[in-house]
Nanobody
Framework: VQLQASGGGLVQAGGSLRLSCAAS????????MGWFRQAPGKEREFVAG????????YYADSVKGRFTISRDNAKNTVYLQMNSLKPEDAAVYYC???????????????WGQGTQVTVSS
């Protein structure tokens, strides 16, 4: 499966962005999807995950209550709605696909190219 992330940009603290990740190739609906982020000098960290049907989601504590992951299997797309953004949310955001929903990036076989999110204070 090929993944293409988009929707990043510059936003003020307290603002919102919605990231999208479009999939092509093999059957999208058979994959669990995850969003990760990586800030300069830091390791890639789990942000949110969703199972194949969208019926189960999981969030990092740092984004719980502010971010929402969702998917539209008919459109082969997974989304990350980010509200109440903070400067510490700034990073390159990546989408990834796996057979199961993992929080460890090593569990994901397919990755998008990343989209930059910048949050000004």
């Amino acid at each position: 499966v090929q993944l293409q992330a988009s929707g990043g940009g510059l936003v003020q603290a307290g603002g919102s962005l919605r990231l999208s990740c479009a999939a092509s190739g093999r059957t999208f609906s058979s994959y669990a999807m995850g969003w990760f982020r990586q800030a300069p000098g830091k390791e890639r960290e789990f942000v949110a995950g969703i199972n194949w049907s969208g019926g189960s989601t999981y969030y990092a504590d740092s984004v719980k209550g502010r971010f929402t992951i969702s998917r539209d299997n008919a459109k082969n797309t997974v989304y990350l709605q980010m509200n109440s953004l903070k400067p510490e949310d700034a990073a390159v955001y990546y989408c990834a696909a796996s057979t199961r929903m993992f929080t460890n990036p090593l569990g994901y076989s397919y990755w998008g190219q990343g989209t930059q999110v910048t949050v000004s204070s």
